[in-house]
């Protein structure tokens, strides 16, 4: 059975930084795409960043400058570092990755088979 399991959310004020981490397991995601998406309270799912089997990575605008996104494929692991938060960055964050191998970023929801529970990042001002 596939799982994300994402942790690092959490209460941090304006201009901190925090860092999230999606820990995979039930299959290797080391030639697929992952990402990280966001939905706020009333919001649709927003996407923030992602990156292929070969390490290139896509964001979001809002997201260029402050956040980076990383795998550690040894640990099937995926990484958000966001700097510079905002309060209107607080959501919701999800790690999706896709199904099949060799793929781009996609920047629709949809596209993504594979989904995490969520972790909440409040950035306070």
């Known amino acids: 059975q596939v799982q994300l399991v994402e942790s690092g959310g959490g209460l941090v004020q304006a201009g901190g930084s925090l860092r999230l981490s999606c820990a995979a397991s039930g299959r290797t995601f080391s030639r697929s795409a992952m990402g990280w998406f966001r939905q706020a309270p009333g919001k649709e799912h927003e996407f923030v960043a992602g990156?292929?089997?070969?390490?290139?990575?896509r964001y979001a605008e809002f997201g260029k400058g402050r956040f980076t996104i990383s795998t550690d494929n040894a640990k099937n692991t995926v990484y958000l570092q966001m700097n510079s938060l905002k309060p209107e960055d607080t959501a919701v964050y999800y790690c999706?990755?896709?199904?099949?191998?060799?793929?781009?970023?996609?920047?629709?929801?949809?596209?993504?088979?594979?989904w995490g529970q969520g972790t909440q990042v409040t950035v306070s001002s």
């Open positions: 999706a990755a896709d199904s099949t191998d060799y793929g781009p970023v996609y920047s629709d929801y949809a596209e993504y088979e594979y």
């Open positions: 990156i292929t089997w070969r390490d290139v990575t």
